[in-house]
């Protein structure tokens, strides 16, 4: 039988409460380090919420710095060509706070920034994330009302960037999952050209 924690007081219980230092860590403005981070790091991840309370959780990759800093609480990331679901971007509409987790590869800590988002389709700064050439057709401009660096434990129990530990094999290529998984009409072939090395080659058209 699942005992279930339903209340803050059990959820302490079990937990306890952070250090002083972790519970009073979050800055509401970036730090000259802040900066320096988002210029090294390429990878983030972005979770937003609607209006029903359903989640989403996008990654979002360009070269190192394709996060713009616009001033000491506001920042930008663009649009890039995808599937053009656009789950985070209708949450957004609807809900504006999003939480982001910006990456350094090699790097066990993580800077965590929370804010409230809007949607542009154009401003004086989307020439300054051009990359390839491509102009984001929108880039999302992020309020700053929490920032800090999270702890590495994380990184250090998954062993995440240690190659020997690396098994990409362990499952099917991405053509034959989206075979199995998503598309089990779609030929096998097509889909392996399709994700072929020349996918890469399509990343910013």
């Not at 350094?104 to 800077?111: E, S």
């Not at 309020?143 to 998954?158: N, P």
Request: aromatic share 8%; with cysteine.
């Amino acid at each position: 039988m699942s005992t279930e924690i339903t209340t803050e007081a059990e959820l302490r219980e079990l937990l306890g409460v952070p250090g002083q230092r972790a519970a009073n860590k979050d800055r509401p403005v970036l730090h000259e380090r802040d900066r320096q981070w988002l210029a090294a790091s390429p990878f983030c991840l972005v979770a937003t919420a609607g209006a029903d309370g359903s989640c989403d959780v996008s990654p979002k990759g360009d070269p190192p710095g394709f996060t713009l800093v616009l001033d000491e609480t506001t920042i930008a990331i663009p649009e890039r060509p995808g599937n053009r679901r656009a789950d985070g971007y209708r949450n957004i509409l609807a809900n504006p706070h999003v939480g982001l987790l910006y990456l350094i590869p090699g790097r066990t800590d993580t800077l965590r920034i929370n804010g409230r988002a809007r949607l542009l389709r154009d401003a004086p700064w989307f020439d300054d994330m051009r990359v390839q050439g491509h102009r984001p057709v929108l880039a999302v401009e992020v309020t700053i009302e929490q920032i800090f660096y999270h702890c590495a434990k994380a990184f250090l129990r998954s062993e995440l960037w240690r190659p020997e530990t690396w098994r990409p094999d362990v499952l099917p290529t991405r053509a034959r999952l989206v075979k199995e998984v998503e598309a089990p009409a779609d030929d096998l072939a097509a889909l392996e050209r399709h994700y072929g090395p020349q996918y890469a080659r399509t990343l910013y058209s």
